[in-house]
């Protein structure tokens, strides 16, 4: 539609500066107007509307992850072992975004996740869960309890890669009574399947033809390499906004390391499993240990991207930049799990420290990556309009279908278990390395973290669209129609903010009411 024929006036400079529309970012962060160095969070600042002159459909949230990745949802999920695994990070890709698969694993497990994603087909399942004839029908009614299906490929040693000798679905157990019944005795022998190779409309068609709920793939040799199954044929879509690399097609990924000598080991065998980006993770980057880690990688790997941090000062971001990083990460001690504030009282508010590192970082063309402190969609379009490239996200996805570990219940809630990498659950498994450095420090481990549980968000097919969607009414509501008009409006000051007190913060959220429920989507 043709809206020419409408004019809009700009307001004048004196109502402007005088407060009749908020201040400018620079007004509100720099010293001269904030001479007490007040730091802000998210929650102390709200932005000012700005002129509509665009459908919210048209908001592009097209951004770079690094110098090189872009990303068309600037979303990514955290490297905790409670939040990104492979089933993650194929799930964010999917999405537009990117998931950072942890390294509370072995150098081996790692590489695998990596290898997952990157062999990753969509409507493929890639790691089945297989059981051998020696297993038994009780063995399956307990996968059903936990995972909730009951169609199960049979291998000669019940692992996906070895030969596929059977198949048991419910209806070959629904009459059997004894839960000790070997599997060899009931499952069907005779098993339709795809070869490897082969696409989802051939493998579609077969599963069509032969009207089963499964489809195992095989290689040449009879060995099981995947698993389709006609409920993910419903699902299965092209997703237009996934986030692939150029050459063969595969999702982006991306993987963390420490900065111990071993992990120089643990990064070869991650780009050797076809990482895209690789993430150092300290609690606190500007170390000799990263800076070194950081030139070693870009010598040695100059093809992968690296992401170094974390930092919350300009002083920290200059050296990192310096060693050659291609994106930062920006954060420190303000996750919802994190105590590292309280304990070490080292930090920053996280609103203050997107604005100024990203400001800064600016000017090298260096893009940021706001980690930490977001709660919601309002939290990721302030991070966004502060400058930060990209959000990285871990107690909002933790409680996702597609993050680790199994859904309990307690007092009636679907929760899932989240902990910091500083906690020292997580430090017991290896996360220690992010936030130690000496051989004696490791003798005493100081909790920089805690465990805790988060609220089921469903799965990612719907929960990143929700983000998407919520951030996008957002900078329609602030004028901007993409993050680079944003940035442009941050940095000439016509994208404006205001402080808001603690009675203004209770008033922006529900109030007055004797109860209430809340949907997301």
Same mark, same amino acid.
């Given at each position: ?28 962060? *720099? ?67 990117? +998931?950072?698969?942890? %390294? ?5 497990? #790692?590489? %695998? ?13 890639? /790691? ?6 020696? *297993? ?11 995972? +909730? ?26 009459? =059997? ?13 005779? =098993? ?12 579609? #068609? ?6 089963? +709920? ?17 409920? /993910? ?9 996934? %986030? ?30 076809? =990482? ?47 060693? @050659? ?40 063309? =260096? ?5 930490? @402190?977001?709660?919601?969609?309002? *939290? ?89 969607? +919520?951030?996008? *009414? ?6 901007? %129609? ?40």
């Amino acid at each position: 539609m043709d809206w020419s024929h409408i004019k809009v006036s700009t307001l004048d400079e004196a109502t402007r500066d005088e407060g009749g529309d908020g201040r400018s970012a620079k007004d509100v962060f *720099h010293a001269s107007s904030n001479p007490g160095c007040v730091a802000f969070t998210y929650e102390d600042i709200i932005l000012m509307p700005g002129h509509i002159s665009f459908p919210v459909h048209e908001v592009d949230l097209t951004s770079h992850l690094t110098k090189k990745i872009k990303l068309k949802a600037p979303f990514v999920s955290s490297p905790m072992d409670t939040v990104t695994e492979s089933n993650m990070a194929i799930n964010m890709a999917l999405q537009g975004g990117i +998931g950072i698969i942890h %390294s509370n694993l072995s150098i081996e497990e #790692q590489a %695998s996740e990596v290898n997952k994603v990157k062999k990753y087909k969509n409507g493929f399942i890639t /790691d089945p869960v297989c059981l051998s004839p020696d *297993h038994t029908v009780g063995d399956v009614v307990e996968i059903k309890k936990t995972l +909730g299906y009951s169609g199960i490929p049979i291998t000669a040693d019940g692992k996906i890669g070895s030969k596929l000798v059977g198949f048991v679905s419910a209806r070959d157990i629904d009459f =059997v009574d004894e839960p000790t019944t070997p599997l060899s005795t009931v499952m069907t022998t005779d =098993v339709t399947t795809g070869k490897e190779g082969c696409s989802l409309e051939e493998a579609n #068609q077969i599963l069509r033809g032969s009207k089963k +709920g499964k489809l195992p793939i095989v290689d040449a040799s009879g060995n099981i390499v995947s698993l389709i199954a006609r409920t /993910d044929l419903h699902k299965a879509r092209d997703y237009p906004n996934a %986030s692939r690399e150029q050459k063969n097609k595969q999702l982006l990924v991306g993987a963390s390391i420490g900065t111990r000598p071993n992990d120089k080991d643990r990064a070869s065998a991650l780009v050797e499993a076809g =990482v895209d980006v690789i993430v150092i993770d300290s609690s606190q980057g500007d170390s000799i240990f990263q800076l070194d880690m950081v030139q070693y990688l870009k010598k040695t790997f100059p093809t992968v991207e690296v992401i170094g941090g974390n930092c919350v000062s300009c002083s920290q971001a200059l050296h990192l930049i310096e060693a @050659g990083v291609d994106g930062l990460r920006v954060g420190m001690g303000i996750g919802s799990i994190c105590t590292t504030q309280e304990v070490c009282a080292v930090g920053r508010a996280q609103g203050s420290a997107v604005y100024h590192v990203g400001r800064f970082a600016r000017k090298f063309g =260096v893009p940021i990556l706001a980690d930490g @402190g977001i709660q919601s969609t309002g *939290h990721i379009t302030k991070a966004l309009c502060l400058g930060a490239s990209c959000v990285m996200m871990g107690s909002m996805l933790a409680g996702t279908e597609e993050a680790p570990g199994e859904y309990f219940f307690q007092d009636g809630v679907r929760l899932k278990r989240y902990r910091g990498m500083g906690s020292i659950e997580a430090m017991s498994k290896g996360s220690e390395k992010r936030y130690v450095w000496g051989d004696d420090a490791i003798q005493v481990k100081v909790a920089q973290g805690v465990s805790g549980s988060v609220v089921d968000k469903g799965t990612l097919r719907r929960y990143i669209p929700y983000l998407c969607q +919520g951030v996008r *009414h957002g900078m329609q509501d602030a004028g901007v %129609s993409s993050l680079e008009m944003a940035w442009e409006r941050l940095y000439d000051g016509n994208l404006r903010f205001e402080i808001r007190s603690p009675a203004a913060q209770r008033e922006g959220g529900v109030h007055s009411l004797h109860n209430y429920s809340k949907r997301l989507y």
